[in-house]
């Protein structure tokens, strides 16, 4: 038998561990610096908070009213009920706009304050409008009152000088409440790292010459919309053609614009699959891992070029979405300043069917549902190639190679995004 030239077969990588590449993918760029921005508290919702923030006011910023009642000196009230009122005359009324206030009161006397109104010199308790009976410029007070009653003290809520929130904090609508309560009106959270997606092939090209109008790399459009909710600035989804002098421009061209580059496509050992050559020429060190022993998401790897990380993603979608989880996911993490689970909300449930995961890491997608209190995931299987597989699952575990799981076992499921939660109930 005539030996066989096979270059591809050279090209073989020997496929590792992959929760090991990833943690080489996060070591590689744990020296970048990460770039902050400063912007309006109204665009600030769902973004990572780059600094500590302090308050430099209290909150409230002085004694008021709790309710609508009347400000006055409780040690006048002693021994007062239903049989023996005291009385007291009013002698004012005040209002939250009548902060600063000189008004005050002194033996006998009591003012008259809207919730949220200072409190007048002299008076250190309030009480309620239906607690008390008006007869003119007089009130009757039918119950002992106890010093400090119905009044909310100057920074009872936040103190000057308090830490308000630390650095990596996610900031929530209520969140930005308390930033705005405090008078600031920007916040400085780190900057959404811009990353660039590139799709190989000259079926697309041709689908795009026949259908302008048509989205081609339609794979590209997914990893876009899933790594935009995760927190990236998506700056490009171009299309290299099968070419390595192609490859090459393109992913040079995305180098220069963006801080992770994507590539979807073109990654495995195939004779037009120029995407590891690419990467090694055009910088050090190069490729770093090409493979892993994940099922499906075998092809995918990453590079590291003058800093700047390349992950290449399979061109089958199952395997495409095992690869952004596993690599993509938690480098947007690391980038906006959060740890490598990021934005992605982690929920424990019970296996609906028996599993075995074989010989490699499994990457599972699950189909989660909330079925009388509990939380069941069963198994979504379908071909790496479907989208509608991706279609019917919102979440995912990674099963270790060897490993058995009965049915009700329980495992933590990674969901695809918050958007997800939608999908829980059955």
Known sequence: MSKVDRPDIKRM??????????????????????????????????????????????????????????????????????????????????????????????SGEAVYVACGAPIPKGAVSTVKVEETRLNGDRIEVMREIKPGEGIVPQGDDVKKGALIFRKRKVLRPQDLGLLASIGLTKAEVFKKPALAILSGGDELIRQCRENPERIANNYAF??????????????????????????????????AQAEIVVTIGGSSVGVKDFVPDAVNSLGKPGVVTQGILLRPGA????????????????GHIGSCIAGFYLFIAPLIGRYVGLKEAGML?????????????????????????????????????????????????????????HTKLAKGSRVEVSLFGKLELSELES
């Open 345 to 401: 909300p982690r929920l424990t449930a019970e296996l609906t069917e028996e599993l075995d995961s074989g010989p490699q890491f499994r990457f599972l997608l699950l189909h989660l549902t909330r079925t009388k209190g509990r939380l069941l995931a069963k198994p979504v299987e379908g071909g790496s190639s479907a989208l509608t597989t991706i279609v019917k699952s919102n979440g995912y575990t990674i099963v270790s190679p």
């Open 222 to 255: 997914v990893v876009a919309g899933l790594a935009s909710e995760l927190g990236a600035a998506t700056v490009s989804q171009g299309i290299m053609a099968d070419s390595l002098d192609e490859v090459q421009a393109k992913i040079g061209e995305a180098l």
């Open 299 to 314: 092809v995918s790897g990453f590079g590291i070029v003058n800093g700047k990380p390349i992950v290449m993603l399979p």
């Open 13 to 106: 990588p020997k496929r590792g561990n992959p929760l090991e590449a990833q943690k080489q993918l996060l070591d590689a760029v744990r020296s970048t610096k990460l770039r902050s921005e400063t912007i309006p508290l109204a665009e600030a919702s769902g973004r990572v908070l780059a600094k500590d923030v302090f308050s430099d006011v209290n909150i409230p910023e002085y004694d008021k009213a709790f309710i609508d009642g009347y400000a006055i000196n409780p040690q006048e009230t002693k021994g007062a009920s239903l049989n023996k009122s005291v009385a007291f005359r009013v002698v004012g009324k005040l209002f939250p706009a009548d902060y600063p206030t000189t008004a005050e009161v002194g």
